[in-house]
Nanobody
Framework: QVQLVESGGGLAQPGGSLRLSCQASGFRLEEYDIGWFRQAPGMEREGVSYISGHYGITNYADSVRGRFTISRDNARNTLYLQMNNLEPDDTAVYYC????????????????????????WGRGTQVTVSS
């Protein structure tokens, strides 16, 4: 059974850091494309970062590039999102999602933010950035 469980959220001050984890079970993370998404109150869910399965291609939203880093630990079957220099606009519920059934013409660069393509989602972890 495929399952994704996020952890590591919490309260951080502006300029602070948090590291989110996404523990996967039922499949091997390194074999599939995984994305981090976030959703703030009243806003649509948006793509934050992405790592492709086989080649480890990474992508970031413009708003987080240079501040956030996605990585995975294959031995622990866990995905991470290191978030530095946090800003109040980063406040949201953060989700990891797995794209198991990759469409034939899927582009790592153009399509990774498309939430409807992802097959499995975690329940999310709250990140609040406030002084």
């Amino acid at each position: 059974q495929v399952q994704l469980v996020e952890s590591g959220g919490g309260l951080a001050q502006p300029g602070g850091s948090l590291r989110l984890s996404c523990q996967a079970s039922g499949f091997r993370l390194e074999e599939y494309d995984i994305g981090w998404f976030r959703q703030a109150p009243g806003m649509e869910r948006e793509g934050v970062s992405y790592i492709s399965g086989h080649y480890g291609i990474t992508n970031y939203a413009d708003s987080v590039r240079g501040r956030f880093t996605i990585s995975r630990d294959n031995a622990r079957n866990t995905l991470y999102l290191q978030m530095n220099n946090l800003e109040p606009d980063d406040t949201a519920v953060y989700y990891c999602a797995a794209l198991i059934r990759r469409p034939p013409h899927f582009s790592d660069d153009a399509d990774w933010k498309s939430t409807w393509l992802y097959d499995y989602w975690g329940r999310g972890t709250q990140v609040t950035v406030s002084s």
